[in-house]
């Protein structure tokens, strides 16, 4: 097995692209690839302040890797869960990554600073844990962004994640999902630009670009994700990737470039409902936000209305 660019012996082979690599023209194609996500889909500007959401594991702390690498100037973000013992590794794994790349880390904690955990929180809101947990995350990284005056949030969604998630979407036919579905949504109606730079590498992948960068991850699974039915999908294209190579980068690609677009009027029809919500100020078509009826569900303190910043920090 030998390296397809310099012919050296491979440590890696990767079959959608039928090549195989050797360390250092692994590391070169996962920045190429990385850089050719944030080109072809307008992600992120130099001077842009990004904010990436860092969970401990190996996709973010690769991203977080990656765009530094690439010379971006990029803060971490690790948001604290209240999963017992899971957190407090993910969150060593954040922290001693921050201090190896003496990068920033901003660090939100939802027991202390919103008075609920993950797992007490989803059970008093009668939420499936994964469903309490996406929604608080989607809140915490949008506010910490404009509180901190970044102009996007990168998260580590792989091509494997990016997949199942259309997988999930089109088995049910979730068409308003779908018309959001993509890899770089704009700001806009108090959002902040949110990117997923990794939709062109997949999981695989960042395990091994972690393993060959020296990049401690945590690699147990969050406890809670029994069950998910995300895991299923995975199981399901995995499955069919054996026997197909580049199934899923197909079935991803093709979606972004033949399909989304006749989903898009859903999407927008929704957008244009928003509202900030009376009680933090967050865009909203209900009366008052998902999140703030979870924390107080949940027993939690209300959140205080988002402090915009007036510029960088
Ligand atoms: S952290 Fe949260 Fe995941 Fe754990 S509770 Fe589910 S969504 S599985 S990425
Ligand atoms: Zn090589
Ligand atoms: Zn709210």
Excluded at 13 to 40: M, P, S, W, Y
Excluded at 126 to 143: E, I, T
Excluded at 228 to 243: F, M, P
Excluded at 292 to 310: E, I
Aim: charged share 25%.
């Amino acid at each position: 097995m030998r390296c397809r660019v310099c012919r050296q012996p491979a440590v890696i082979d990767i079959r959608r692209h039928n090549a195989n690599f050797c360390t250092e023209h692994f590391l070169k194609l996962c920045r190429d690839q990385v850089a050719k996500a944030i080109g072809e889909f307008d992600m992120i500007d130099p001077s842009d302040r990004v904010l990436v959401a860092v969970s401990g594991g190996k996709d973010s702390l690769a991203l977080w890797d990656l765009l530094l690498d690439l010379g971006y100037q990029v803060d971490g973000l690790y948001l604290g869960l209240g999963i017992g013992d899971y957190s407090h590794a993910s969150r060593d794994h954040a922290r001693a990554f921050a201090q190896q790349r003496q990068a920033k880390l901003v660090e939100v904690d939802l027991p202390t600073d919103y008075g609920y955990d993950i797992p007490t929180g989803a059970k008093a809101a009668r939420r499936v844990p994964c469903s309490a947990c996406g929604l608080s995350k989607r809140h915490l990284f949008d506010r910490a962004a404009l509180e901190g005056g970044y102009d996007v949030v990168a998260t580590g969604h792989n091509l494997d994640d990016e997949a199942a998630v259309l997988f999930g979407n089109v088995l049910r036919w979730h068409t308003e999902y779908l018309g959001r579905q993509l890899p770089v949504l704009p700001a806009a109606n108090g959002f902040p630009r949110k990117v997923k730079p990794l939709v062109r590498l997949g999981e695989r992948e960042m395990a091994a670009y972690c393993v060959m960068r020296g990049i401690d991850y945590i690699v147990e699974e969050c406890p809670m994700a029994v069950g998910n039915k995300h895991l299923g999908y995975k199981d399901a294209l995995n499955a069919i990737e054996v026997t197909s190579p580049g199934s899923k980068h197909d079935f991803y690609f093709g979606f972004l470039s033949r399909a989304a677009e006749r989903f898009r009027s859903q999407a927008t029809a929704e957008q244009a409902e928003l509202h900030p919500c009376p009680s933090c100020g967050a865009p909203t078509t209900a009366d008052t936000c998902a999140f703030c009826r979870l924390v107080v569900r949940a027993g939690g303190q209300a959140p205080v209305p988002v402090q915009l910043s007036t510029g960088p920090r």
